[in-house]
């Protein structure tokens, strides 16, 4: 199995590396790198050198992720995909290829920004853990937002979710108040339809998310978010404690629960190749 994944990577890595989307973002990179780093004035900070090449690796990541699945969903592929014996053995090479590309654009990057840039010092063991880990979830959220993966409404289920939860902790008390709200009429609308033991259970939980419920919701987004949080005071600050340590492995936590979402639908789905 693993020698058909590191054949379909390297396959697939080629092709998205020796084409004219590989040669626009190799230009992307060094026009980044101009922009961003520019060799006369030299990088700022470790911390904005950490950021932006994250950053960097994040976009790219996500665009690349689309224009190989793009490539991958091409009728000339068919062949390949019906001889392997799990379909999740071709979503891993496309995966793996994405982000082979990914880390030689970004390292290139961070080659280039070294150029009068800042001493990393012992901080250069803290860039792998971090770039691989924000490069995995963009990966993976870019498969779902592809063609290649998305199975009828499936991307809108997933990205709705995410904008909900992101819109709840940006306003948790005002959303929770809107629930509560909603909530509230329609517990007494059950009551007026005589349905009154499911009407008053509704009514209860109404009242405790308008009141102590707000919290809790809050606290909970918190941690859903934290990761991010955490990863940004620590660059800021200059050094990850021991819990914001754990924010990359979080993040690759999240990465392999999509993955397995998206391998699930691209097993079960009717497969339409383009040409």
Same mark, same amino acid.
């Given at each position: &199995? ?20 590989? #040669? ?6 060094? @026009? ?6 520019? +060799? ?55 995966? !793996? ?5 990914? #880390? #030689? ?16 010092? @012992? ?5 792998? +853990? ?6 995995? #979830?963009?990966?993976? @959220?870019? !498969? ?30 005002? &959303?929770? =108040? ?25 009514? =209860? ?22 990761? $991010? =949080? ?28 999509? $993955?397995? !979402? ?14």
């Amino acid at each position: &199995m693993m020698r058909r994944i590191w054949v379909l990577t390297g396959y697939l890595g080629r092709r998205g590396l020796f084409s004219l989307s590989g #040669l626009l973002y190799l230009i992307g990179t060094l @026009l980044f790198w101009f922009l961003f780093f520019p +060799p006369h004035q030299g990088t700022p900070n470790i911390a904005n050198y950490m950021l932006l090449i994250g950053a960097f690796g994040a976009a790219v990541a996500f665009l690349l992720t689309l224009t190989i699945t793009n490539q991958a969903n091409r009728a000339v592929n068919y062949p390949l995909l019906v001889r392997l014996p799990s379909r999740v053995e071709y979503l891993t090479a496309v995966l !793996l290829a994405v982000l082979f590309i990914t #880390l #030689l654009l970004q390292g290139l990057l961070a080659l280039l920004a070294m150029y009068r840039g800042p001493g990393l010092t @012992l901080r250069l063991l803290e860039l792998p +853990p971090l770039w691989l880990a924000l490069n995995m #979830l963009a990966i993976v @959220l870019a !498969l779902h937002a592809s063609d290649f993966v998305t199975d009828g409404w499936s991307r809108v289920y997933v990205y709705g979710v995410l904008a909900l939860l992101l819109i709840s902790q940006n306003s948790g008390p005002l &959303m929770s =108040q809107w629930v509560a709200g909603r909530l509230g009429v329609f517990s007494r609308y059950l009551i007026r339809q005589e349905m009154v033991g499911i009407g008053n259970q509704i009514s =209860q939980l109404a009242n405790w998310i308008q009141g102590s419920g707000t919290e809790g919701i809050t606290a909970v987004l918190g941690i859903v978010f934290w990761p $991010f =949080q955490a990863i940004l005071e620590a660059i800021i600050a200059g050094s990850f404690n021991t819990v914001q340590a754990l924010a990359p492995a979080v993040l690759l936590l999240y990465a392999t629960i999509l $993955f397995m !979402l998206a391998a699930d639908l691209f097993a079960t789905k009717d497969t339409q190749f383009v040409e």
